[in-house]
């Protein structure tokens, strides 16, 4: 499959985390550091989402940065439907559930499986890779700081 065509789930991916993050922090707006935590989660997962949307964009306009990826959108579609089923959810989670459901999302293998593939497609996306891996990884350790600090996770 051409790498182009990897982007728009990501993207979507990455719009659909945004969406639920913010969803949550207005459920726990009562506790300013829950809200916190995910109203900035969710900006973060927009500026991803602009990210791959720019880079995606950059393709479009250079075909010698496109390429062929081995990429099953299977994966990505399996993480979409279950964000979204989060987000239709008529019942909230507790904040104990939407941690541990943020935890699991944010080490899920969906987009990480999908940025090494576009990575081996096209070794000049890695610099927008890499940062995008890094704010992943910032986005974990901030939730796991919190999971501890509230003994959500053993500290």
């Not at 995606?56 to 062929?68: A, D, F, T």
């Not at 089923?85 to 987009?111: C, G, I, K, M, Y």
Request: hydrophobic share 40%.
């Amino acid at each position: 499959m051409n790498v182009e065509a990897v982007f728009r789930p990501l993207s979507d991916l990455e719009k659909s985390l945004a969406d639920l993050y913010s969803q949550w922090a207005a459920v726990f707006d009562s506790d300013r550091e829950a809200a916190f935590l995910f109203v900035k989660m969710a900006n973060e997962e927009k500026g991803h989402a602009s990210l791959v949307d720019y880079q995606r964009r950059v393709i479009q306009k250079s075909p010698k940065l496109s390429g062929e990826v081995d990429a099953d959108l299977r994966l990505i579609e399996s993480a979409l439907q279950e964000v979204r089923a989060l987000r239709e959810s008529p019942t909230p989670p507790t904040l104990t559930e939407a941690v541990a459901l943020a935890l699991h999302l944010e080490t899920s293998a969906a987009e990480s499986h999908y940025r090494n593939a576009l990575r081996s497609a096209n070794p000049e996306l890695e610099r927008l890779l890499n940062c995008l891996g890094g704010e992943d990884r910032t986005h974990l350790d901030r939730l796991k700081a919190f999971a501890k600090a509230r003994g959500i996770l053993p500290g």
